[in-house]
């Protein structure tokens, strides 16, 4: 009887192909493995799940890596078919030659390559403990009225100031009158979402711990809000009134586009990513400065630095996942904190560095299945006692 752990069948070349084609001789192949080695049914299911969370793309490649790669799949595929076990999945990599070696060669990578580099880049001794923190409401604050909601919402502003919003699992609807001679405030605290369809039609998705100031309805020139924290942002276009986007550090004006803001008080930097359209980023100190889509703008101090970037990484946090291309581990947990209203400890001899994570993250509400995810990207340890949570 043999014993397997997560490793070894994300290392397996048949596992791979299995997860990547779902081929029915493979299945079958694994099947008749799990019969004869029961005590590999766990590790064997976790893989599965952390296989479907964690697909990179062929550009963490270069040329070089990426042939020679190529190669060490063509060879496994050949000698899969002389043992005669998976002619139909040879059959298949004919046909879909491109795909899927792109998938495995990317995988293996990720497996045998970026995770072995960080292994011995990423030797951290110590525990990083993490706390649940306690959970808070989302508040709707209008004149001088209140509303606080205990799951996530959505809020939809009508042409006459109302706001109809309603809230996660559920469909029923809530109607309230905003306030119509001052903004209106929606507050997101650590471990909540929600997302606003504002008057002229423009949809905002806030991530966790943002702050959004908005009209009830638009002046007859300009369309402003302001905002503390993250957002998604789809400006509906209106060429006569354009849109701005306020933060501490600058102002984002645009007539109708699609883009990130990243403006948190607590963070070093700010951002803007641009997804589609054109905007212009202007600031009393650092004057105005245009991007073009899939450019990112960060401000750090009184400095602006501008980068062509994969947007993706960006934007993937308002779909439920995180795309992670050498973010610093650092960084990785404090996104986190702020997704699931956690707090991680670092102890002192815990020295993170340059160290760095590439991957996907499922943001799952099952914590669990994320830490887990976490734990095998950045080559540690993870358990979970109640609500506090142990990295090793």
Not at 86 to 93: E, Q, T
Not at 174 to 188: G, I, S
Not at 355 to 370: A, P, R
Request: hydrophobic letters at 40%; one cysteine or more.
């Amino acid at each position: 009887m043999e014993k397997r752990n997560i490793k070894d069948f994300l290392n397996d070349d048949k596992f791979i192909l299995w997860r990547l084609t779902g081929d029915g001789e493979l299945e079958s192949y694994w099947k008749g493995f799990l019969v004869e080695n029961p005590a590999s049914k766990v590790e064997f299911e976790s893989a599965i799940k952390v296989f479907s969370a964690l697909r990179l793309k062929k550009t963490v490649l270069n040329d070089t890596e990426y042939e020679r790669l190529l190669r060490r799949i063509k060879a496994t595929l050949s000698r899969m078919q002389r043992q005669r076990r998976v002619h139909l999945l040879v059959r298949y990599a004919a046909a879909a030659c491109i795909a899927l070696i792109a998938g495995f060669a990317a995988w293996h990578y990720y497996i045998n390559g970026a995770r072995k580099a960080n292994e011995v880049q990423a030797d951290i001794s110590g525990i990083i403990v993490g706390e649940n923190l306690e959970d808070k409401d989302i508040v709707l604050i209008t004149g001088e009225a209140s509303i606080s909601f205990d799951k996530d919402v959505t809020v939809q502003l009508d042409e006459s100031g109302k706001a109809i919003v309603r809230e996660a699992s559920s469909t029923k609807a809530t109607v309230f009158e905003t306030a119509k001679t001052q903004m209106n405030t929606l507050v997101v605290p650590y471990g909540k979402r929600s997302r606003i369809e504002l008057s002229d039609g423009t949809l905002i998705w806030l991530n966790s711990g943002s702050v959004l100031e908005f009209p009830a309805a638009f002046s007859a020139n300009t369309r402003q809000v302001k905002l503390i924290g993250e957002m998604y942002i789809e400006v509906a276009r209106d060429d006569d009134k354009p849109f701005t986007v306020s933060t501490s550090g600058f102002d984002v004006q645009v007539l109708g586009t699609k883009f990130n803001i990243s403006a948190y008080h607590d963070a070093e930097t700010q951002s803007v990513v641009l997804i589609e359209g054109k905007v212009s980023v202007k600031s009393a100190s650092r004057g105005e400065t245009a991007l073009n889509p899939s450019d990112m703008l960060v401000a750090r101090d009184d400095r602006w630095d501008t980068q062509r970037v994969d947007v993706d990484e960006y934007t993937s946090w308002k779909n439920g996942y995180l795309v992670l291309n050498r973010t610093p581990i650092a960084e990785l947990l404090h996104r986190l904190e702020r997704y699931y209203n956690l707090s991680f400890n670092v102890q002192e001899n815990v020295k993170f560095g340059s160290k760095t994570v590439s991957g996907k993250i499922v943001l799952s509400e099952n914590i669990d299945e994320v830490m887990k995810t976490l734990a095998l990207l950045t080559s540690t340890k993870y358990t979970r006692e109640g609500k506090t949570i142990y990295i090793r």
